[in-house]
């Protein structure tokens, strides 16, 4: 009998076997001097994604209600990005999409949101934390926030307390070298090519 469950187990990895996201991610935060500020938004599912259902809702100085930022009505595929910057950003060249809105600073909660259900964060809303949300490895201020390759699912709890040290890396302000170019581990796992018959063949 224990063979027979291992078999099924064995079975089901191989034929489901992925770690894709379930949804969009924000995938790097830059918060730098002048109008440097910009969020990157990367599609790590395995499916197109119409962005136009998508807004960033920014949460200034603790605040409660949000000032909304639409996202452009584009198609992003499987592993794309999208990047939303301020109208004045200095690199204009490296964003899709621009808005006066985009002046937050290290105290403004971001909320990427569906139909305005939160997918995933940086901050925390209705915090009001100072100048900066930090931990041992920087601040929210004036650094270039990038997602880590391992981390495949949002943070869709806007209110919980926010660590900026969980699942992000931090580089010095006014980097802009990765904007467009994610690396991310949660793309398809290759399964082994094993079917119903050897699987039973293997435990004969």
Sequence with gaps: MARLLTAILLLTLATAASAQTTDLLISEYVEGSGYYKALEIFNGTDRNIDLSAYAIERYANGETTPTIIALDAVVLGPGDLHV?????????ELADQFSMD?????????????????????GRVGEYPGDYWSCD???????????????????????????PCAGWSFLPSDTVSGLG???????????PDLSWSDLKASFR
Excluded: K, Y
């Excluded at 139909?115 to 964060?121: A, S």
């Excluded at 495949?152 to 660590?163: H, I, K, L, N």
């Excluded at 170019?181 to 399964?191: K, R």
């Design 102 to 122: 985009m002046n937050f600073d290290g105290n403004d909660a971001l909320v990427l949101a569906l139909g305005g259900v939160p997918v995933d964060r940086i």
């Design 137 to 163: 490895l920087g601040t929210t201020q004036n650094h270039t926030l990038v997602r880590l390759p391992g981390v495949c699912a949002g943070e869709e709890s806007p209110a919980a307390v926010f660590d």
């Design 181 to 191: 170019d994610h690396t991310s581990d949660c793309g398809t796992v290759d399964a």
């Design 84 to 92: 939303l910057a301020h109208t004045q950003f200095p690199l204009s």
